[in-house]
Structure formats: C-alpha cells, structure tokens
C-alpha cells in the first residue's frame, strides 16, 4: 500500500500549520535559500572538444544546506562537470522535499540530493515508479538543542516545547521515537502530549527559541549550531541513538526514467560525488570553505564561523546511502501512526555506485534487501 499520511484531519493540521507565521512547514533537511532558483554562479562549462555522452544536459537539484555539501561542493568546483565532459550540468536548489520530488517528476531536474523521508514518501505514492535511491552523500549532523535555564537533562524535555522542521518529517519521526522509548505519549498528529512538538521552518526556529517560543529543537545542522550561537546546549547528538553513530541524512536519487535512457551520465555524476566526497574527508578546512563560498553564491551572504565551525565537524560525507538505516526511520514513522507501512522493495538501485567504487578501489556497499530484484 502506498505510504500517505493519514487521513483528511492530518491535511487539515497541515494547512493550519502553514498558515501560522511561526510554524510555516517546509523540507525534511530545510535549506537557506529561494525554493528551485537557477544557479548560474561559479558554474563550469563543459571543456573545449569534450565528449558528450548520451544526454545533452543533465538538471541535478539540491538544497543550498551544510548536510548537502556534496552537492554544493561539487557545483562549485565543476567536479560533476568535469566527470561529465560535453555534457551540460545545470543546477536547481529547493528549500523542500516536496518540490524537489515534484520536480523530478516532471523532469524539471533528472537528479536530486535529498533527505530520506521525501523519498520513502515520492517512492511509494508513485507506487515505486518515479525514483531510485543510487548513491549517498551524508550522515549525522542532527542535534537536540536546548535552553539550557529551563533543561538541564533529559528527563526536564518532558512537559517542554520542542520544535522539529516538519510534520512527519525525519528530525519530526527520530523525536517522537525517542520519546515514545522513554514511555512518553505524544499525538502524532497533533503534536500534543508529554513534549509539545512545535512543527517549525528551520529559518524560523532561532527567533522563535530567541522569543521563547519553543524550549529546544531536534534539527539539523546548520540549524543547531545557530540555536548554539544563541546559547543553547546539545541535549543529544542524534548519531548516539544510531548502531555505528550513522545514519542517513542525505542521498541521491535518480528519475527511474532517466537512469533507464542515461545510464552512462548517472555514472558520471556518481563518479563526481565519490570523488567529491573523497576531496571533502581529505580536505576538511578547504572543503568547508567551498562550501560556505557557495552559500554565499546563492544566499548573498556566507554562514558566520561559529555556526560553520559548530556544524561542520557533526556531519560525515560518505559514499554508503546506509540503506538499513532508512528502513529503520521508515518504521519507526510506521510505529509513531504518521505513515502506513510502505513497501520499500527496489527503492535503491546501487550497481552503478558499486561499479564505480570498485573502479576507485573502494569496497561495495549494501542495500539491505530494497535493491531491484
């Protein structure tokens, strides 16, 4: 069965929650940045007398945010391009998950860095039609950030109000969970219960914490690090509840449609982010600079360096889309009553990747039994 939220009353607090200034609903790893503008900065041209492959143009899509550095990395120094050769790249941002399954859709983009929740929900309302996961791009960089005058542990989060990006969305799912483990009730839907979760827009969330809004946040980076600035403290760093402290937070997906016709620019764009992901652990100062440069590029002003040098060390680059993770975050949304169980079954195609790991003397990684049969 496909996974939807449940029901008409879900639709309903939904549109309450955009219509309120402090609780506007936006993307499961929200962005800084305009929703799908172009992005003609810094962008590389294809070489003089490069070979084309079999598309002209290929429309990748990703949202200007720290967990998406791959991306805006990758943009930034043409290292997609130059795996492309006379293949055009043109890049989109999104600020939501959504938009960016909406756009890859309609072929508005053919590849996307994008957070697990938009693609477990794109793949199973197309009925398993419209993407495949191929790659994975980060994890971690997820953090409860607290005001430390009125929590000083974990038990004082009960009865407090604490903000998350979005109904149902992965930060809004690991919360309700971790409550849930600690025998506290909360309605799903409502947000209601033992912890008052506060759907919020991640832009939004430091002046509602700054007004007393809300007592804390479950959010990812750079969010977290901007509530720091503002004097909160790390309650709880996600990647500790987590086997390994890993789980995904971003990945790449694929039109099913154009991996089909375009089988040889899908490599090379996983070509691009392997290597990217490579130049990114091995040059981390450098890498963090790249990327709050393209920040800048497309905001108009950079992440200052106390949020930047807060967010960067939490969040790890790596070529796994940790696929076994994703299942989990699908339970547990299954468990919390905001998703019926959705069959996952050949969500990821990895044999591209794993080709080009190999090519790069890099060990094969696993899909956890969601490949295509």
């Not at 590849?111 to 791009?137: D, Q």
């Not at 990684?365 to 049969?373: F, N, R, S, T």
């Amino acid at each position: 069965m496909p996974a939807t939220f449940r029901s008409t009353a879900l639709r309903r607090h939904l549109a309450v929650a955009a219509a309120l200034p402090l609780l506007a609903i936006t993307a499961a790893a929200c962005g800084y940045g305009s929703e799908a503008d172009e992005d003609t900065a810094d962008k590389a041209a294809p070489a003089a007398n490069a070979k084309k492959l079999s598309a002209d143009t290929v429309k990748i899509g990703y949202f200007p945010n720290l967990t998406h550095a791959t991306a805006l990395i990758g943009d930034h120094r043409g290292l997609f391009q130059k795996e492309l050769g006379g293949t055009k790249v043109s890049y989109s941002q999104f600020n939501a998950g959504p938009s960016e399954i909406e756009a890859l859709n309609s072929g508005s983009i053919d590849i996307g860095w994008i957070g697990p929740s938009p693609a477990i929900n794109g793949y199973t309302k197309s009925n398993g039609e419209n993407l495949r996961i191929v790659g994975g791009s980060a994890s971690g960089g997820v953090k409860l950030v607290v005001d430390p005058k009125k929590i000083k542990t974990v038990d004082d989060v009960k009865g407090k109000n604490i903000a998350t990006p979005q109904l149902g969305n992965t930060q809004d799912v690991a919360l309700l969970n971790w409550a849930a483990e600690k025998g506290w009730k909360i309605d799903a839907q409502s947000g209601k219960g033992d912890v008052n979760v506060v759907r919020t827009d991640n832009k939004i969330t430091p002046d509602a914490y700054k007004a007393g809004s809300v007592d804390g946040a479950w959010v990812p980076e750079p969010t977290a690090s901007r509530l720091v600035a503002l004097g909160g403290k790390v309650l709880l760093n996600e990647a500790d509840l987590w086997p390994d402290k890993k789980f995904v937070i971003t990945h790449v997906i694929v039109s099913q449609k154009f991996l089909k016709s375009h089988p040889d620019v899908v490599e090379a764009v996983l070509r691009g982010t392997v290597k990217t992901n490579a130049w990114i652990n091995a040059n981390p100062d450098e890498a963090k600079k790249a990327a709050n440069d393209k920040l800048k590029a497309l905001s108009g002003k950079p992440l200052p360096a106390d949020v930047l040098d807060s967010a960067w060390p939490s969040i790890e680059f790596i070529d796994d889309p940790l696929a076994s993770t994703l299942k989990t975050g699908a339970d547990y949304a299954v468990k919390a009553g905001l998703l019926e169980d959705p069959d996952l079954d050949g969500i990821y195609d990895l044999s591209t990747l794993n080709k080009v790991l190999k090519a790069e003397g890099k060990p094969a990684v696993e899909d956890a039994g969601l490949g295509v049969k």
